[in-house]
């Protein structure tokens, strides 16, 4: 028994030898990896050398700095090794963030490189992007993009699926294509992003587009359920040490002057019949200050604001019974757009910033004072707007939202909407959201859901709700969502496209990627459905889409094929068109629609779409086409035009639409846009002209010429000589910091 016992003594000593062995391999190799890891980390190098901003990188700090080189393709074979080699360096000073990029290319004379102008979209080009998430959130970002001309463009990430393209950040870059391929600069002012008081390490990701090839790389996150707004699977770069702290005010005083001419009314005959306003010459003067509370927080105030620089609305002919969507363009309310967010875009919104300062037609209101605040407290997003207009209803409108941070990308937030206007009853709105994405099994879902009220003077809270379920991958994209409108909803400072309904909506989609010469991806969209009832019962309307084939080639180019079963129940007579009336009643059609898109690295690069069928108790066909071309890098055009054919029992109608566009761009500093357009419901041929010279970062001069006038007069001719209405503005922005 003794033997027995020293035996067993003695295997338990070895066994817990053996474990401590095991346990102490375990830690050494978990600190060989994270030591591995720690020093595979790129950091930002600080440097005090005099940097100059030419897009060659010959100073001696860059060659000094870290280089993040590991690039693997998201497209078109997913985690491959890049077809070529890019390198990123980041460098610090006192003044800002200097970001150096060489893009090697063996073929640099197939480098594509059309855009010159600022805030283009860079579809047609070769483009680096850079994302920067200072705070480390996992949901706010900056980005920053520019093309081998040095043309650049900014944007707000709002959430790996979306951006706000719309923010305008004061920042500055050079680029040039050389020997072995582009090579380019940017440098970013301190004041421009938004960091903590103590934090050496920061969320990085770069991403590289070779457009010829339609390669898509990045340094991370470059699995297809990702890109580069995926900020949980971001880089980190750190480094980030004894920042200086924020302006502590950046204030952009403006003058301007406006010269208008006689406003006209035409009758339908030609003859001149009233005169609106008489021409004259106007200046004005306003202020925009941006002030920094913390390093986390911005506060925007404006006075006597003048958006003349902001792109013109689109025409477009509303063949439906709904209003219109139409987008933000004015650069006070861009900034943090995303954070506004409450509800379904374009069908049920919380908040929708054309109600202030601007009319339903989108003439403009003025806009006597703003205040916005937007940014970050802790955990907590938070965004604050407070608005006063003039004109002949003058009002007082505010908004606050707060979205508290949950688990990884999540929030739960509140927002508060309120009008007190002349003449009219004091309306409120309030609701609650939440938004909580996973990734399970390295595929998204996302759970949405939201509940908010609204009150007038009339009485009543009338409610709006929703739940989503989300799934959007590369191979299936399916969703299915739940919507209840009560009647009498509308807040004020919202936009509501109908209510008193119950909608139902869905979309599936599966995309297989075969190995098809010349075929990147097939698309197969099962259902895309919205379903809507009144609550009182019955049909409002409804849509299912379905789509047996659609095809992404390796080119860039698309085709799909696509039918459509559509319903509407309209309680009142409404006109589709000058002439033609739909009556009350419940009415279902099909349509099917061929559409071509064409791959934006063509020089002449066409998009086509047909669509035929049944239209309510008519039919008719509807064909469009657009042709857009490059003479690089300074002249863009395009050329659009529609066509729709409608037959109904006792009426026809033919509506056309054109539009122009020509961008000729000098540097990508200085360059010019003329959009033109007309369409044959309105009867109105519009030019817009724009010049904008960008002296310094954040110091502009605009020059913008609008003008319209009268068609489809009974006379045949167009008064060229005596336009509706049209101005000359010249506008000029100084920055200046503090």
């Known amino acids: 028994m003794g033997g027995r016992v020293r035996t067993i003594q003695r295997a338990g000593r070895c066994s817990v030898n053996r474990g401590m062995t095991q346990t102490r391999l375990l830690v050494l190799l978990l600190a060989i990896v994270a030591a591995r890891a720690t020093a595979q980390m790129p950091r930002v190098h600080a440097t005090r050398d005099n940097l100059r901003l030419d897009g060659k990188l010959d100073e001696a700090a860059w060659t000094r700095a870290d280089s993040i080189d590991d690039f693997r393709q998201r497209d078109p074979v997913e985690g491959a090794a890049a077809s070529e080699r890019t390198v990123v360096r980041f460098l610090s000073s006192r003044e800002g963030l200097w970001v150096g990029i060489h893009a090697y290319d063996r073929e640099p004379g197939r480098i594509l490189h059309a855009q010159l102008r600022r805030d283009t979209e860079l579809s047609t080009d070769d483009g680096v992007q850079v994302m920067l998430s200072p705070m480390q959130d996992k949901r706010t970002a900056f980005w920053f993009a520019v093309n081998p001309n040095g043309a650049m463009t900014d944007a707000e990430v709002v959430s790996f699926e979306s951006e706000n393209l719309d923010w305008d950040a004061v920042w500055d870059a050079r680029a040039q294509i050389t020997d072995d391929g582009w090579v380019a600069e940017l440098f970013i002012p301190w004041q421009t992003l938004r960091y903590r008081d103590a934090q050496g390490a920061w969320d990085v990701n770069v991403r590289r587009v070779i457009r010829r090839k339609n390669e898509d790389v990045l340094w991370k996150a470059w699995r297809r359920t990702e890109g580069i707004r995926f900020l949980e699977k971001a880089g980190v770069v750190e480094g980030f040490t004894d920042l200086p702290p924020r302006a502590k005010a950046e204030i952009r005083p403006y003058v301007s002057a406006t010269a208008n001419g006689t406003g006209r009314v035409y009758e339908r005959d030609g003859g001149l019949s009233t005169k609106v306003s008489d021409s004259g010459l106007k200046g004005a003067f306003g202020l925009d200050a941006k002030l920094a509370p913390s390093r986390g927080l911005t506060l925007d105030l404006t006075t006597n604001s003048d958006f003349a620089q902001a792109d013109v609305d689109r025409q477009v002919i509303n063949f439906s019974r709904f209003p219109l969507f139409l987008p933000e363009r004015r650069p006070f309310f861009t900034e943090g757009a995303g954070i506004f967010n409450f509800g379904r875009q374009e069908e049920t919104q919380l908040f929708y910033s054309r109600r202030i300062g601007l009319s339903e037609d989108g003439s403009p209101i003025p806009l006597l004072a ?29 908004v606050v939202r707060v979205r508290r941070d949950l688990l990884g990308r999540g929030y739960v937030g509140a927002m508060f909407t309120g009008r007190d206007a002349r003449d009219a009853d004091a309306s409120t709105a309030g609701g609650l959201d939440v938004n909580l994405p996973f990734i399970v099994r390295g595929q998204n879902l996302i759970f949405q859901a939201a509940s908010a009220w609204t009150h007038t003077g009339a009485g009543g809270t009338p409610n709006y709700s929703r739940l989503v379920v989300d799934f959007p991958n590369d191979f299936a994209d399916i969703s299915s969502r739940v919507e209840r409108v009560e009647a009498g909803f509308n807040p004020a400072l919202g936009f509501v496209q109908s209510d008193g309904i119950l909608r139902y909506g869905g979309f599936v989609q599966v995309a297989p990627r075969p190995n098809i010469p010349h075929v990147r991806q097939l698309q197969f969209k099962l259902l895309d459905y919205s379903y809507v009832q009144r609550l ?9 889409q379905f789509s047996p084939l659609g095809i992404v080639f390796n080119s860039g180019d698309q085709v799909e094929v696509q039918f459509t079963r559509a319903g509407d129940a309209p309680t009142e007579a409404f006109d589709v068109f000058e002439g033609t009336t739909v009556a009350p009643g419940t009415y279902w059609y099909d349509r099917w629609q061929v559409q071509y898109e064409g791959s934006s690295h063509r020089a002449v690069r066409l998009e086509a779409q047909a669509s035929f069928g049944d239209f309510y108790n008519g039919g008719g066909e509807d064909y469009s086409v657009s042709l857009e071309g490059r003479w690089q890098p300074h002249l863009l055009w395009s050329v659009s035009y529609g066509y729709t054919d409608g037959r109904f029992p006792t009426s026809r109608f033919i509506a056309h639409t054109m539009t122009t566009r020509v961008d000729y761009a000098v540097t990508p500093r200085l360059n010019t846009t003329l959009f033109a357009q007309w369409n044959n419901e309105s009867n109105r041929a519009a030019l817009n002209a724009r010049l904008r010279w960008t002296r310094t970062p954040g110091s502009d001069l605009y020059v913008v010429l ?21 101005g000359l503005v010249v506008k000029y922005v100084q920055y200046l910091r503090y």
């Open 370 to 398: 703003g205040a916005r605040l937007s940014g970050r407290i802790g955990d907590q997003q938070v965004g604050v707007i407070a608005a006063r207009t003039g004109g002949d209803r003058p009002a007082t409108d505010a």
């Open 706 to 726: 609008n003008s319209a006038w009268p068609t489809g007069l009974d006379s045949g001719g167009i008064p060229w000589s005596r336009p509706q209405r049209g």
């Open 536 to 544: 009182s019962g019955g049909l409002s309307n409804a849509e299912f």
